[in-house]
C-alpha cells in the first residue's frame, strides 16, 4: 500500500460529460502529480501541485484542470469529455517539490471509460 | 526531444534466474532515474532509484546500473520469483515530473 488514495476506482460516463477525481497523498507529502495511462500513450504526465499551487504542467488538455486543496488532497477535473479521454488516471505524491527529483508513490488510479 | 525508451518489450525468465531489464534515456543532462514495478490493476510501485553521481545501487535482490557514457540504465533481479512478473518501467526526472519508458513485461516461468 503506497499510502495514496484515489477515488473513484471505476467511472463510466458518456461523451461530453464532466467528471472529477480524487486523490489523497501519502500522510505528510506536499506534492502532488497527476498521470493518464492509456495503451497507445503509455504513462504520460499531466500536472504538478506543491501545497496548492502549481508548478509543472505536461501533456494536459485545455478540457481539463485541476486543483490541490489546503488539506493537500487534489482533484482532477475532465470535461467535454470524449472517447479518447478513455484510461487510466495515477495520482502520485512526494515529499517535496523543493529538493529535486525524488521518488514519486502512485496510488491504484482511476479507470475512465467514455462510452 | 527527452525520451526513456526500452530494448526489450517482453521478458521470459525461468524462476530462480536472474532477470535484467534495460532502458536506454536521451537526455544526458539527467540526472535522476527511477524503476516502478506494476502488476495489473495496480499503480506503479516504486522499486529503487539512483542519481547521475552514481553507478549502481543495490536494494532487496535488486540493483540499478547507470551508464552515463552510453545513457543506459538497468535492473537486475536476482532470484526471480513469481510474484515478480509484471510490467517494470524505467523513468527519468526533469524538473519535477517523471519521463516514463514504455515498459517492460517480464514473465517468470515456474
Known amino acids: 500500500d503506497s499510502g495514496v488514495t484515489q477515488t473513484p476506482k471505476h467511472l463510466i460516463t458518456a461523451t461530453g460529460q464532466r467528471v472529477t477525481l480524487r486523490c489523497s497523498p501519502r500522510?505528510?507529502?506536499?506534492?502532488v502529480y497527476w498521470y493518464q495511462q492509456s495503451l497507445d500513450q503509455g504513462l504520460q504526465f499531466l500536472i504538478q501541485?506543491?501545497?496548492?499551487?502549481?508548478?509543472a504542467k505536461g501533456n494536459i488538455l485545455e478540457r481539463f484542470s485541476a486543483q490541490q486543496f489546503p488539506d493537500l488532497h487534489s482533484e482532477l477535473n475532465l470535461s467535454s469529455l470524449e472517447l479518447g479521454d478513455s484510461a487510466l488516471y495515477f495520482c502520485?505524491?512526494?515529499?517535496?517539490?523543493?529538493?529535486?527529483?525524488?521518488?514519486?508513490?502512485f496510488g491504484d488510479g482511476t479507470r475512465l471509460s467514455i462510452l | 526531444g527527452e525520451s526513456v525508451g526500452l530494448h526489450l518489450p517482453t521478458l521470459s525468465v525461468q524462476e530462480g534466474d536472474n532477470s535484467i531489464i534495460n532502458c536506454a534515456y536521451s537526455?544526458?543532462?539527467?540526472?535522476?532515474f527511477i524503476w516502478y514495478k506494476q502488476e495489473s490493476g495496480k499503480g506503479p510501485q516504486f522499486i529503487i532509484d539512483?542519481?547521475?553521481?552514481?553507478d549502481k545501487r543495490q536494494g532487496q535482490r535488486v540493483t540499478v546500473l547507470l551508464n552515463k557514457t552510453v545513457k543506459h540504465l538497468s535492473l537486475q533481479i536476482a532470484a526471480t520469483q513469481p510474484g515478480d512478473s509484471a510490467v517494470y518501467f524505467c523513468?527519468?526526472?526533469?524538473?519535477?515530473?517523471?519521463?516514463f519508458g514504455q515498459g517492460t513485461e517480464l514473465s517468470v516461468k515456474p
Open positions: 502520485a505524491s512526494s515529499v517535496s517539490a523543493d529538493r529535486g527529483n525524488q521518488p514519486q508513490h
Open positions: 500522510s505528510g507529502d506536499l506534492s
Open positions: 501541485y506543491y501545497n496548492g499551487e502549481e508548478r
Open positions: 537526455n544526458s543532462a539527467s540526472d535522476y
Open positions: 539512483i542519481r547521475s553521481n552514481m
Open positions: 523513468a527519468e526526472g526533469s524538473g519535477g515530473k517523471l519521463i
